[in-house]
């Protein structure tokens, strides 16, 4: 697109340029057009242009100048003529363009002539001249046009930008030239959705910007603004403007969140990543995906929903935190689980943010934390007794159930132990065990008792006890055994819960007396088998603590408060290190402090080991009750510059105990302090420590408030190479902990080198967010339902924590909530479900308490919130939109389902239940309610409405019977527990009928061989109206079998389900005749669409293999075989489906192939109908035999009542259907013997009992029934036929009693047969339709007439065609009138047609049938033109003579076949012509035996003689339309007796010499005058002649007039004037010239007078005719003659839209009396004179 900056001063002496606008810039005068800038002029330049013989270009353009400066361009003359030309050149006008070249110049041919054209520019504005060239044939042109010089700038037309989403940005990129010579500055201003950038800037010429555009859509809209660009010379004042369409599309954004696993968890909605239980100090990787079903790029941000503060890193860890997903892609998103606190349950949310978004998606992420579960298969190992320096081994199994590996440390040095377990460290892997041995060395008789710790870690210690006995040659003390144990646990147990023995203990009361008490006290406790672990509150790692601080008790809560019996202190020494504590000295040796707390006497025995660097003295002492005794323990190293530690003990015991159960009662304790020194010599540097610690961070949490304490166990060791130690803390946080954690620091190597570990012990309290607020409403809610709604609470705390709600008894009706307790892990959402149940109408506050404490508490420290729960309860109830749906019509055995709007006005939800009473009309009386299933079925009968809301209550109906279904709704209301709450209420009514599916034959149509049938005999030949009566009654259960047209049958002849049968005779025609064609209209006059199909015997029979066919057929198959098999019936198309109110035409044909009557059952099937066999029938004739067809050969006459004077003439129809004439006589023997057999009253005559029917016509046959009794009479009537046998008829009719006056009744016709009048759809090819097919006149007198206006109307677009009626021949010329008789059409055209009746002065019962031909002109012009053409040749033949030369072409033969002249109203009968030789068109298995047999040479030789002939062309044969005229006329006096009323309003017609005849037949009794005669030509001349003078004398006398005169005198009516391009197609219907001027009161004139032609004195009684026409007032004939022509006229202009019917009348007002009856006589005057001189031409 090119855009550009115009100056807008011009020059004055040229004319500006005005630059194109296009169409879509046309509302913006300054957007140029983009293409028909620089280009096309550039392109005009270019072209090239002939002028008279000279080539050069029409136009000189200069776009690049500047001023000051001269720029030539070259105009190029070349002469293409052939011929020299001379040129006078005339140079521009203007001073800016200038040429130096003479101003006469020659061109040879083919020469060229370069002008050179100056242009001196002075201004920057448009420059316009010319150069004139004057030659020889004409002057041409050459236009000088300079363009100024002007920023232009390149842009394109549009930009689409890339699918975008909602709150997202999508950008591209265009680029921005300038194309001129000129620098542009430029400055984009564009809507808000889109940005450019750069903004502004400038272009120097010929460079190109990347102007960047960024669509930021907030709304899912589709985009299309422009975005203008301003530019120009100058930056600040930029004056020209272009534009860009910049398109964009944006959608709303969506993601999903997709467990990758296949297993979809929800938790309320939202996706749960389940990590299962993860070992501590593993980790687990697991995977989702988010998923984009939108069709945009969608950018994302993941992050954790905020939670408690962290003390350290989150033990979820996701790879990705934003990005962008494409349209149907998925990005899988990594997250890692690595746990560190055994036990704890982990809980985060994800939560996926975009913009654009509606929501918010979450992810829960969950798992648990599980450490090592070890075990030991014993807790107690009894080494039994062992001599002094023997050892003793045992086994015990060390067991690890859980999935992570163990590592565990035996907390006893085996160095300096009576006892050793080994390994002391080591591992066990998961779900294995490894098996320890434990060694028992004693040193001195004794025994032993020691109580070993075995750590692990992130687990609490498991103990194992160890007991033996040492016995040597001099001292046996009592065996230890485990029982002893328990019943030392007891007996510690006894002295906790006994105060009294302790004191008495400690007083020193008698011992015996208390050691009775206990021994009895052991005994019961032994017998109830109680163990210490009943009595033991303490957990492992308290009585672990309790170990290693000296006290060597059993553990027990009271343990901190009662002192024990021994203890040691220091528990620790250090030698060699530098401790920044002054407890402790770097000395060789220190001393350590044993106390008996008990009141006995103790032996204290320390085990020596003579390899330990460590030594202690004395080894052993007696150390008295309550007393202390210092040790000293000696550090001498066995090896310099390396570590030592150990851990010595020391066992205590009772000395001097006379009784061994009191032995047995206080085993051994065991004392043991740690040891640690360095033999590092001064100036030796020690080894660079290598060791971790895992983990580096200990958490710890309590939601106790205690004084803070933190002892690391052990304090002080040495780790051998490859072992590892594992440290105990302890940490007891108090409120004002460091958040942030304390640095514990561990001397590595006497202090020199320090590891850092960080220990966090905070106070943590339980806290409990309600994130959905404390206030939870609910909205109104009916009385007895229940509303629910969602509450979330979550836990803030690091505390596993356990809720429970509590409700208020009295409200607990009302409100529940689920689950109303449970645990909340840390940062866990729970979602709390809500019901409320109001009891009554009105509003609820209720506040029910949450309570929550820690799940490791002893539920002591509980937390209470409150929230207020708000609800109403109100009165629910619904409604349908329409208290009565009416839901049309629905095929049986179909379903249809529609739906029923239901209302909820009422504010609350509506919980409801449906019941549905169902009621049919128009059944039959084997319908029973009670036991038929209701036929409509609801998708749902329970459901619940929310309040101001419409549902849609789905229903299906499935109708089973023809009927019309009434259902009735009601509803009932539910309560919570889902049982009715109120009796039910009615809803609606719905309403459906159930029907068939229903056709029917609405119009017919014949061509071909019976193309000159009346429908009135088509509908006889087809029993239509019984098919149709059929086709509207209800099908039977067995027509139902096959609902669809199936193949079902395994006969050549299927069987039928049905007892509908109909005949459809083809009737008859010679062999070889046109096919007989039957158009049938069907019509669906039903609601519901209609399938249709009409199943030949083939369409019905399955199919079966050729071996099953045993090739045995009856007489009937093969005939039915044989029709198949030649298609000699056929329907087209033979399928179809009609929807409510379609039309379509079915053709039915018959081919004249074979001799012979041919019958064929085809059935008509409606799908989920009717099925109706239709027995086909059709005749075909030999061509040279006579043949009447009889549609049937019972014939019902219609009824006449006994006594008339006048019985009515009927008529019955005979049909010629052979190729000959046939003569026929009416058996007159039976007519005779009848009148014998009725007292010689002649009860049936035929008025022509013989006579003659060409071949394709039809005779009438009149007949006279005159019955002589009331009865039913039955009369047998033969047909004697030329040629043939006799025909039997059976004729009925029925003998009425006198009718009652006024009576009509028995008059009617008692023919069953009607056709409808009017053809609404024309068939297929038809070109003139006629506006009426039948026309009923009724009941009129005789000789009255009647007159009818037809309407032809060309259908085709694009063929003209004529026409032309044949009137009824014989007796009936004048009966029917028809004007104009022909004419033509062209397309879309119509015809108004003037229909006369007037009947005959005899009663008589009309059938008449008028036939139009209507023939197309292009196949006349097609016809006349071979016609001319084959008559030339003959012509040119005949004057030719005959060379003999064999080389020239044979001459043809002509056969001259005269037409078939059509028939016409009046003429000769129609001629015979010559038969010409039968023309066999071979059937397909001729030709194809004709290519495998050799022809003789007879057959080549007829064969070339038929191509040499040359046939004269035919004419076109006419389509035919058929008009039936039905009417009864009776005579005058019975048409006054039974139709009084209708006497008065018809004219008769009666001519003058036969009125007293008309008058004596009426009133005779006698039947012998018969049917009148028609009038000879002498006496109608005679009668002429004498009743017209009379008649003129008779309208002379003036009280005669007066007596015609009009009562009424209404105002003028003045018609449009037609036009004479008009007025030329107004039938002007001539008037019978031996008709007078009385009998052409119905024939309508166009000049409203009366034309006589041949009437006698017309010139001696013209003055007399012009006295009467000068009267005021015209006959009463006269008057309707006018009358007739302007209801015609304006028939015609309401045709041709010339005139509105249905507008509202013009008042019209009419001029005074006097000049009104002044211009009336003038007018009148004037125009009878001018009509007596057109009509009485000058001699």
């Known amino acids: 697109m090119l855009a550009e900056a115009r100056d807008p001063d011009p020059l004055a002496s040229v004319a500006p340029w005005k630059p194109p606008i296009a169409e879509k810039d046309r509302k913006d005068p300054g957007i140029h057009s983009r293409r028909r800038g620089l280009r096309y002029q550039r392109q005009a330049s270019n072209q090239k242009s002939c002028f008279f013989g000279v080539e050069t270009t029409p136009k000189l353009v200069w776009e690049d100048w500047d001023l000051g400066r001269e720029f030539t361009k070259t105009l190029v003359l070349k002469n293409v003529y052939s011929k020299m030309q001379k040129l006078h050149i005339r140079s521009p006008v203007s001073k800016f363009f200038s040429i130096s070249i003479p101003q006469t110049a020659y061109l040879s041919p083919g020469t060229s002539l370069s002008i050179p054209v100056i242009f001196r520019p002075l201004k920057r504005c448009e420059y316009d001249d010319i150069i004139e060239f004057q030659g020889g044939k004409g002057n041409f042109q050459i236009r000088l046009h300079a363009i100024p010089p002007c920023p232009t700038l390149e842009v394109p037309e549009s930009v689409m930008l890339p699918l975008c989403a909602v709150q997202h940005s999508s950008q591209t990129h265009f680029q921005l030239k300038n194309v001129s010579k000129l620098k542009a500055f430029f400055q984009w201003d564009c809507p808000a959705q889109f940005q450019l950038y750069p903004e502004q800037g400038l272009l120097k010429p010929g460079q190109e910007c990347h102007i960047t555009v960024i669509f930021r859509p907030q709304e899912a809209l589709v985009y299309q603004q422009q975005a203008y660009c301003r530019f120009g010379e100058e930056g600040n004042n930029p004056d020209s403007l272009c534009a860009v369409l910049l398109q964009g599309l944006a959608k709303y954004p969506y993601l999903q969140l997709r467990n990758s696993s296949g297993k979809e968890e929800e938790d309320h909605g939202d996706p749960v990543l389940h990590f299962g239980s993860v070992g501590v100090g593993q980790s687990l990787c697991k995977h989702f995906e988010i998923f984009n079903p939108s069709p945009v790029n969608v950018s994302f941000c993941l992050s954790c929903l905020p939670a408690v503060a962290p003390m350290y890193e989150s033990e979820f860890s996701c790879d990705v935190s934003r990005g962008e997903v494409a349209p149907g892609e998925s990005l899988q998103v990594l997250v890692t689980y690595f746990p560190a606190v055994v036990d704890a349950v982990s809980v985060e949310y994800l939560t996926l943010k975009y913009s654009g978004s509606i929501s918010e998606t979450r992810l829960k992420l969950i798992g648990k934390c599980i450490g090592p579960k070890v075990s030991l298969s014993s807790s107690v190992v009894d080494f039994g007794c062992v001599e002094e320096r023997r050892s003793a081994v045992k086994t015990v199994e060390l067991f690890n159930s859980s999935h992570v590996e163990a590592i565990y440390q035996w907390d006893i040095d085996c160095a300096n132990s009576v006892f050793s377990i080994l390994p002391a460290n080591g591992t066990v892997p998961a779900q294995s065990h490894i098996t320890l041995r434990a060694v028992y060395t004693p040193t001195h008789p004794m025994g032993h008792h020691r109580r070993v710790a075995c750590l692990t870690l992130h687990r609490e210690p498991v103990f194992l006890d160890l007991i033996g006995t040492c016995h040597s040659e001099l001292q046996q003390p009592a065996i230890l055994k485990p029982e002893h144990l328990v019943l030392y646990k007891l007996h510690w147990i006894h002295r906790q819960h006994s105060s009294d023995s302790v004191s008495a203990l400690q007083q020193g009361h008698d011992a015996n007396v208390d050691q009775e008490r206990e021994h009895l006290f052991v005994e019961k406790q032994s017998n109830k088998k109680t163990y210490s672990g009943a009595a033991i509150s303490t957990t492992p790692m308290e009585e672990f603590y309790q170990v290693c601080s000296g006290c060597v008790d059993p553990p027990s809560s009271s343990s901190l408060s009662s002192s024990p019996h021994v203890s040691i202190v220091p528990s620790e020494l250090l030698f060699n290190h530098k401790m920044t504590s002054s407890s402790f000295t770097s000395s060789a040796s220190q001393s350590v402090s044993i106390t008996n707390h008990t009141t006995g006497k103790l032996s204290l025995i320390w085990t020596v080991t003579q390899k330990s660097s460590f030594s202690i003295s004395p080894s052993s002492c007696v150390l008295a009750p309550l007393k202390s005794t210092s040790f000293q323990v000696t550090y001498v190293p066995k090896q310099l510059n390396t570590l030592h530690g150990a851990q010595l003990e020391c066992f205590a015991y009772y000395k001097d105990s006379p009784d061994k159960r009191q032995q047995l009662l206080c085993l051994p304790w065991c004392v043991t302090v740690r040891v640690i020194g360095h033999s590092f010599q001064l100036g030796k540097e020690h080894f660079t420590p290598i060791c971790s610690l895992k983990p580096h961070q200990v958490d710890h949490g309590s939601n106790c408030p205690l004084a803070e304490s933190m002892p690391i166990l052990p304090s002080c060791g040495v780790v051998p190479p490859g072992n590892h130690q594992i440290l105990t803390l302890r940490a007891i946080p108090t409120e004002d902990s460091p958040k942030q954690g304390l640095s514990v620091t561990l001397q590595l ?180 309610s009670e036991t038929e299933q209701s036929a409509l079925q609801l998708d749902f009968e329970r459901g619940n409405i929310a309040s101001r809301s419409t549902m849609l209550l789905r229903s299906t109906f499935r109708p089973c019977r023809q009927a019309q279904y009434v259902w009735t709704f009601s509803y009932q209301t539910l309560n919570t527990s889902g049982f009715v709450s109120c009796p039910p209420q009615a809803l609606c009514e719905v309403r459906a009928k159930a029907v068939f599916p229903t056709l029917q034959v609405i119009d017919g149509y014949s061509c071909g061989s019976v193309g000159r049938v009346s429908k009135v005999h088509l509908w006889k030949l087809f029993s239509l109206e019984s098919l149709n009566d059929h086709l509207l009654c209800s099908p039977s259960p067995t027509e139902l079998t096959f609902r669809t047209p199936t193949k079902h049958s395994l006969r050549s002849c299927p069987s039928t389900f049905t007892k509908a049968i109909v005949d459809f005779n083809f009737s008859s025609a010679a062999l070889n005749s046109d096919p007989t064609h039957f158009l049938l209209m069907l019509h669906n006059p039903g609601s519901v669409p209609v399938d249709w199909a009409f199943l030949f015997p083939e369409d019905q029979q399955i199919e079966l293999e050729y071996w099953s066919v045993t090739g045995e057929f009856s007489s009937n198959e093969l005939c039915q075989m044989k029709v198949q098999d030649n298609q000699l019936f056929r329907v087209s198309p033979r399928s179809g489906t009609l929807l409510p109110g379609q039309k379509r035409a079915v053709n039915f044909s018959y081919s004249h192939d074979f001799v012979g009557t041919d019958r064929l059952p085809v059935v008509l099937k409606l799908s989920h109908g009717r099925e109706i066999l239709l027995n086909f029938q059709g005749m075909t004739a030999e061509k040279e035999k006579t043949h009447l067809h009889f549609a049937s050969t019972q014939h019902v006459f219609t009824s006449v009542a006994i006594g008339d004077c006048s019985p009515p003439r009927q008529i019955y129809e005979l049909h010629s259907g052979g190729g000959v004439p046939v003569h026929y006589e009416v058996d007159t023997a039976a007519l005779e013997q009848l009148q014998v057999d009725n007292f010689n009253h002649p009860v049936l005559r035929c008025l022509n009992p013989k006579g003659e029917i060409l071949p394709g016509k039809t005779a009438l046959l009149e007949w006279i029934f005159s019955p002589l009794e009331a009865k039913m009479y039955h009369m047998d009537v033969p047909i004697n036929i030329q040629d043939s046998e006799p025909t039997l008829l059976r004729f009925d009719g029925c003998g009425l009693d006198s009718p009652t006056l006024g009576s009509s009744k028995i008059y009617a016709s008692n023919s069953k047969t009607t056709v409808h009048c009017v053809q609404k759809v024309p068939f297929p090819g038809q070109l003139l339709f006629l506006s009426e097919d039948s026309i009923f006149l009724g009941n009129i007198p005789v000789c009255s007439p009647s007159s009818r206006i037809l309407f032809l109307t060309n259908v085709s677009h694009t063929d003209t065609v004529q026409y032309l009626w044949e009137l009824p021949q014989h007796g009936y010329q004048q009966v029917v009138q028809i004007y104009p008789e022909q004419g033509r059409l062209h397309p879309g055209e119509c015809d108004l047609c003037v229909l006369t009746f007037t009947p005959s002065d005899y009663p008589t019962i009309y059938q008449l049938d008028l036939v139009c031909q209507v023939t197309a002109e292009a196949a006349l012009a097609r016809y006349h033109k071979a016609l001319h053409h084959w008559e030339e040749e003959k012509q040119k033949q005949q004057d030719e003579f005959t060379i003999t030369d064999k080389k020239l072409p044979e001459r043809r033969v002509f056969i001259d076949k005269q037409p078939v002249a059509a028939p016409a109203r009046k003429g000769p009968p129609l001629r015979k012509y010559k038969t010409l030789p039968p023309i066999c068109s071979s059937s397909s298995s001729e030709t194809v035996g004709s290519l495998y047999t050799r022809q003789t040479r007879t057959e080549q030789q007829l064969q070339r003689e038929k191509a040499k002939e040359w046939r004269r062309p035919e004419a076109p044969q006419p389509a035919l339309l058929h008009l039936n005229i039905t009417a009864h006329s009776y005579g005058l006096l019975e048409y006054l007796t039974h139709f009084p009323d209708q006497y008065n309003k018809l004219l008769r017609n009666l001519p003058l010499n036969r009125t007293q005849q008309c008058l004596r037949n009426s009133a005779s009794t006698s039947l012998s005058a018969g049917p009148s005669v028609s009038i000879h030509n002498s006496e109608r001349d005679i009668l002429q002649n004498t009743i017209t003078p009379l008649l003129r004398d008779i309208l002379d006398d003036s009280a005669f007039i007066k007596s015609l005169t009009l009562c009424y005198k209404p105002a003028i009516y003045r018609p449009t004037q037609i036009s004479s391009t008009n007025s030329r197609n107004i039938p002007t219907p001539p008037c019978s010239p031996t008709q007078p001027i009385s009998c052409s009161t119905s024939t309508p004139q166009p000049n409203g007078i009366v034309e006589r032609k041949e009437a006698a004195g017309c010139s001696e009684n013209k003055p007399r005719m012009q006295t009467t026409l000068k009267s005021k007032h015209a006959p009463a004939d006269v008057c309707q003659v006018i009358l007739m022509n302007t209801f015609q006229n304006l028939m015609m202009e309401a045709v041709r839209g010339e005139l509105v019917l249905t507008a509202h009348p013009h008042t019209v007002t009419p001029p005074p009396l006097a000049v009104r009856s002044r211009q009336m006589s003038r007018a009148v005057t004037d125009e009878d004179q001018q009509t007596l001189k057109s009509h009485n031409p000058p001699k």
């Open 749 to 928: 190597n006497a202090a020199k080198f320090t590891k850092e570990l960080t220990v966090i012990s905070v106070v943590e309290k339980p806290h409990v967010f309600l994130e959905s607020g404390s206030s939870l409403y609910f909205h109104p809610t009916a009385v007895g339902s229940q509303t629910q709604c969602s509450h979330h609470i979550r836990n803030l705390s690091r505390l596993p924590l356990r809720f429970q709600w509590s409700i208020p008894e009295s409200d607990q009706e009302l409100i529940s909530v689920k689950p109303d307790a449970g645990e909340l892990h840390p940062n866990e959402s729970s979602v709390q479900i809500w019901s409320f149940s109001p009891l009554s109408e009105k509003m609820y506050t209720i506040k029910p308490t949450l309570t929550f404490w820690p799940l490791q508490s002893d539920e002591s420290n509980k937390s209470h919130l409150t929230i207020e729960v708000v609800g109403m309860g109100s009165k629910g109830f619904i409604e349908a939109e329409k208290a009565v749906l009416d839901f049309g019509d629905t095929l049986i055995g179909s379903c249809r389902s529609f739906e029923v709007p239901l209302v909820n006005n009422s504010p609350c939800p509506v919980s409801f239940h449906l019941s549905v009473q169902q009621m049919l009309t128009d059944t039959c009386p084997s319908y029973d």
